[in-house]
């Protein structure tokens, strides 16, 4: 059984950072994919970075130029820094793992708030 888990998320002030982290454990040799999503009060949950196995990666147009993803599915973990923090960006952030040939796997989320 695979098990996920976030950390890192807190308050900062709007322009200042936070670095999240990403840790799977368990059937680490399957894992095919690993994500952050984030979801914010009545808001539909959005993608936010993503990567491959295969070493491919994607930063959602909203992160780029701030967010530095980065991570290793191999590992079992990604990272996501986030720079120059919007008071808009409040939300839940998620971590989600897809594994070979099916099966998914959330992580609790950790919140982030954005507030001076």
């Known amino acids: 059984q695979a098990r996920v888990v976030e950390s890192g998320g807190g308050l900062v002030q709007p322009g200042g950072s936070l670095r999240l982290s990403c840790i799977c454990s368990?059937?680490?040799?399957?894992?095919?994919?690993m994500r952050w999503y984030r979801q914010a009060p009545g808001r539909q949950r959005e993608l936010v970075a993503a990567?491959?196995?295969?070493?491919?990666?994607v930063t959602a147009d909203s992160g780029k130029g701030r967010f530095i993803f980065s991570g290793d599915t191999a590992k079992a973990r990604v990272y996501l820094q986030m720079n120059s923090l919007k008071p808009e960006e409040p939300a839940k952030y998620c971590c989600?793992?897809?594994?070979?040939?099916?099966?998914?796997?959330w992580g609790q989320g950790i919140q982030v708030t954005v507030s001076s």
């Open positions: 989600h793992v897809s594994f070979n040939p099916v099966g998914e796997e």
């Open positions: 368990g059937s680490i040799f399957s894992i095919y994919a």
């Open positions: 990567i491959t196995r295969g070493g491919g990666s």
